[in-house]
């Protein structure tokens, strides 16, 4: 069984440079509205569970997701696990970062739990 290294051995872990608003796709009048919307919301929470970077990254793509499934309309309804699924985080992350974006004014919640109204 291998040994553990002494501390002098061991590298210290750096932490990598986290872009938060990287998406081609929305242009850079859109991004900096978010970013203001998103800034504000944070700043009205007590405690995240998530990183605030993470969380206003996610939900970035959660509305270029809801984008580029309105097909023209005003408002789409998105399923938390489609959303989930197609970006590869937990169900719960989806949901958090849809909180910020309802305290935003972007995403009203449904009766389900597992559908969100956005406005595209």
């Known amino acids: 069984m ?14 990598p ?9 929305l242009p850079t009048k859109s991004k900096r509205t978010i970013s203001r ?4 919301v944070t700043d009205r ?6 990183q605030p970077e993470a969380t206003a990254e ?3 793509e959660i509305i270029a997701f809801g984008r580029m499934r309105a097909f023209g309309q005003k408002t ?12 590869r985080e937990s169900p719960r992350h989806i949901r958090q970062s849809l909180r910020l974006l309802e305290l935003a004014g972007v995403a009203k919640p449904t009766p ?6 956005l406005a595209a």
């Not at 929470?45 to 998530?50: A, K, N, P, V, Y």
């Open 58 to 60: 996610l939900a970035f």
């Open 37 to 40: 919307w998103l800034d504000k």
């Open 76 to 87: 789409v309804v998105i399923e938390v696990p489609e959303v989930a699924d197609h970006l």
């Open 112 to 117: 389900s739990k597992d559908h969100w109204k």
């Open 45 to 50: 929470l007590g405690h995240r569970h998530q």
């Open 2 to 15: 291998d040994e553990p290294l002494p501390p002098s051995k061991r590298k210290t872990y750096v932490r």
């Open 17 to 25: 440079a986290f872009e938060v608003f990287h998406s081609p796709s």
